[in-house]
């Protein structure tokens, strides 16, 4: 059932704000009762981590970007996680992956669920060499596989073979708890959402985590159509440099008509199912503006120490990784492609969606030089 009873009780809504304003403190959004299911949208800045906890299992679903991995660790400690039955890392880039390494070292994994390709990052080789460290061994589902989860179940609903696009490979999953769906498309783009549409499988979901953070190579209209969702979550970071989530995308949820939820706004969001019914701990705030649209009107205090935040953690992350000549070298990143470029409008490039990072970031997600313009 659909767009009914998004609040079950106030004292719920209660116990889980508190989850997110006292991140230390003992109370969690744990789904104990029979036929509960929470799901944690983990607020990790630009990345995606889920954690969804049912019938005392626990799914986590990616782990956002190393430099967040801590706060992913202390936030399933928090929900007094000591095993995850199921870790799936929907595909390899680092902002959902990085946090997946350290959660391997800090919990018990039971199954870890991954797209069967071989990334080029050395992140790719440690998330590997760790799984094989703890006698994991990375297992490959394909379409349709159904894995029991608690009170509930999940079928996997991509990929439907391997691309050159890393973001199509994403692992997606429809999570199912009674009457209540919800799709987790990763970073899965137009094709692969094609793919799952000429499948026939039922697409339908309560809930659709947005594929790549709410880009406009995502969230097509045949897929929302498909997926008639009655709330909509975007995983984005405060003021990312990639604009996201697209205005496009935004245009056709609003048009829809569809409730937003989104990390970069609200922090933490959580939703707790029970079969029937789903709630939240905070009302949707449908905020359809576009990630470039706030990244230049948006001037708060507020979001000035986020900023100053994340360019720390970036810092940090970049020291760590890369010593080399190349760690405050900036490049430039296409909006599709597996290239970074010594200028914005190489190739057949579009400019107006290209974007800057420094070359250590580039190649700790995975791209390489571009021949041409290096």
Known sequence: MKKQNRFVTFILSVLLALTLVLPGSAVTAKADGQGNMAVHFIDVGQGLAILVQSGGENLLYDGGNRSHADEVVQYLKNQQV????????????????GGLVKCLDNF???????????????????????????????????VGDTYEFGTGSFTVMAPDGISQNSNDNSVVIRLVNGNNSFMFMGDAEETSEQDMISTGMNLDCDVLSLGHHGSASSTSWDLLEAASPSWAVISCGLNNSYGHPAAETMGKLSDMDIPVFRTDDQGTVIALSDGNTISWNQEPCNDYTSGSEKQSTDSSADQSERDTNDAAATESYAAETDTSDTQGRMVWISATGSKYHSIPDCGNMNPDKAMQETESQALSQGYEACKKCW
């Open 82 to 97: 000591e095993t995850i039955n199921y870790m799936i890392s929907s595909h390899y880039d680092e902002d959902h992956l």
């Open 108 to 142: 018990e994994v039971d199954h870890v669920l991954g797209s069967d390709y071989v990334h080029t990052s050395d992140l790719f080789n440690t998330f590997m060499n760790t799984a094989t460290a703890h006698a994991i061994i990375v297992e490959y589902p394909s």
